[in-house]
């Protein structure tokens, strides 16, 4: 009886201490895709679909290019959609969340807002030569 006690407890704190583990990947992993998406949303045209493409590099559970949202900001850091104005390009993931498998919980894990901003580069335009492939 008390084996089954105490195994019980133990066998929950280990799949606590694997699901803290894969929290700890996945977040980083988020971090790693916004970080990724703002850098090809530095050097590719505006709107280009490679950039939601580039953050969801990952098997990631249902983690989709709808929870990228991706910014042209303007030297105040205010969006904008003139193209002459963009000076910076930011890359937010939102909206995520994930189920945890800790026995006896089915919780749902929410992921924070994550976000990276990058001066703009070429943004899919070149003086010489062709464009990049995004």
């Not at 992921?111 to 899919?124: D, K, Q, V, W, Y």
């Given at each position: 009886m008390e084996f089954a006690i105490v195994g019980l407890l133990?066998?929950?704190?280990?799949?606590?201490?694997?699901?803290?583990?894969?929290?700890?990947?996945?977040?980083?992993?988020?971090?790693?895709?916004?970080?990724?998406?703002?850098?090809?949303?530095?050097v590719c045209e505006v709107g280009n679909a490679a950039v939601a493409k580039a953050?969801?590099?990952?098997?990631?559970?249902?983690?989709?290019?709808?929870?990228?949202?991706?910014?042209y900001l303007d030297q105040n850091g205010t969006p904008t959609e003139t193209f002459d104005d963009?000076?910076?390009?930011?890359?937010?993931?939102?909206?995520?969340?994930f189920p945890i498998a800790i026995p006896l919980i089915n919780p749902t894990f929410a992921?924070?807002?994550?976000?990276?901003?990058?001066?703009?580069?070429?943004?899919?335009i070149t003086k010489f030569g062709a464009a990049p492939a995004c």
């Open positions: 133990v066998i929950t704190l280990l799949f606590a201490v694997i699901e803290f583990g894969r929290i700890v990947f996945t977040l980083n992993m988020l971090q790693e895709g916004a970080r990724r998406a703002a850098r090809v949303a530095a953050a969801v590099f990952t098997d990631l559970p249902e983690f989709s290019p709808s929870n990228v949202v991706v910014e963009i000076r910076y390009v930011r890359v937010r993931i939102v909206n995520y969340s992921a924070p807002e994550f976000s990276s901003t990058l001066p703009r580069e070429s943004l899919g």
